[in-house]
């Protein structure tokens, strides 16, 4: 059949029944909001290079949660700025770390907002890789064991779920019996399973601080010229107990979170990251682009491609846009 029997426009004329056939919703439901903690009180830094999106004192983001949650939105992701970085990133792993600090707080003031802990060390590392480094290269296995001490104090801190971003090999199966043998056999761990060296994080690190100070996460982030590779990763982790599987950056690797979404059963996330934040609020700003129309499109497009759940710094726009 086809035309003119078929009109595929027959089905546009409207907005009423291109709301019926619509295949792809974003709600606020399956929204994650990122947050910067640092120290001090009565902080709220605007980052340079992420216009309109902050980092915040414990105190300033009890705000910042208690407007996320009157806006719909259910969760966060939370990444702290230690007041002092050194060569093992104890502040990970601290109890009163700036992140187990900030976790506490919310956790007494806006309990319904569920926890998602980054854990990665290149935030609290002096050099600012993600692991502990022996003759200048990230070591593996030695840094396994803090990852899970990282993820263990989180879930003490009350860490609804971990989401380890470091990719060191066998981190999620280090990460879960830490959690099991700790008692916190309930806590979920969403893994950065397919996370690629992206010059798209570049914001990130400014707002972090984590920019390595000698040579690049080429050695341990994934090469963005693979696929079959992303899926061995994703495999893996789902072998050492993985339960959310993420796929990040976002919109340049759409063809990976629909190549996930097929091969696996378990949910999906996708990190729409800082720089794809940074170039949308660019043009934005410019008057180059509509602002509310392409982030909209952007977000559907990667909930088409196969994400479940989005973490997107635009989170709190779209919770108004919706
Ligand atoms: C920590 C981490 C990074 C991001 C999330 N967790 C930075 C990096 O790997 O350099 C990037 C997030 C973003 O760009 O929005 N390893």
Redesign the pocket.
């Known amino acids: 059949m086809h035309f003119p029997i078929v009109r595929p426009r027959r089905l546009r004329r409207t907005e009423s029944i291109r709301r019926m056939v619509r295949e792809t919703r974003v709600t606020r439901d399956n929204l994650i909001l ?1 947050a910067f903690v640092v120290p001090g009180e009565g902080v709220a830094e605007e980052i340079g290079s992420m216009p309109g999106f902050f980092r915040f004192s414990v105190d300033r983001l009890v705000e910042e949660a208690r407007e996320a949650r009157d806006l719909g939105l259910p969760a966060m992701l939370l ?1 702290g700025i230690p007041e002092s970085k050194d060569p093992l990133g104890s502040g990970a792993y601290a109890a009163d770390g700036i992140v187990q600090r900030a976790m506490r707080r919310l956790k007494e003031t806006v309990p319904e907002m569920l926890l998602f802990g ?1 854990v ?1 060390m ?2 609290y590392t002096s050099h600012g890789h ?1 692991g502990e480094l022996v003759d200048g290269e990230v070591a593996n296995d030695r840094t396994l064991e803090l990852l899970a001490r990282a993820a263990v104090s989180q879930a003490r801190a009350g860490a609804d779920l971990v989401a380890p ?2 990719m060191m090999d066998g981190r999620v199966g280090a990460i879960r019996s830490a959690l099991d043998d700790a008692g916190f056999e309930q806590v979920p761990i969403m893994s950065y399973a397919a ?1 690629y060296a992206s010059g ?2 570049g ?3 400014e707002a ?1 601080e ?1 920019t390595p100070s000698t040579g690049d ?1 080429r050695g341990y ?1 994934m090469d963005p010229a693979n696929l079959r590779e992303a899926l061995k990763e994703v495999a893996l982790d789902v072998s050492e107990g993985a339960d959310i599987l993420m796929v990040k950056p976002a919109m340049p690797y759409l063809d990976v979170i629909a190549r996930v979404r097929e091969a696996f059963e378990l949910p999906v996330a996708a ?1 729409h ?3 794809e934040y940074s170039m949308l609020k660019a043009a934005a700003r410019n008057g180059w682009l509509d602002e509310k129309r392409c982030v909209l499109e952007s977000i559907t497009a990667i909930r088409r491609a196969g994400a479940d759940m989005i973490i997107t710094y635009y989170a709190k726009d779209l919770a108004r846009w919706l």
């Open positions: 990122p990444f980054d990665c290149c935030e993600c971003s470091d996370k798209f994080y914001p990130f690190r972090a984590s996460r982030q990190y990251v800082s720089g």
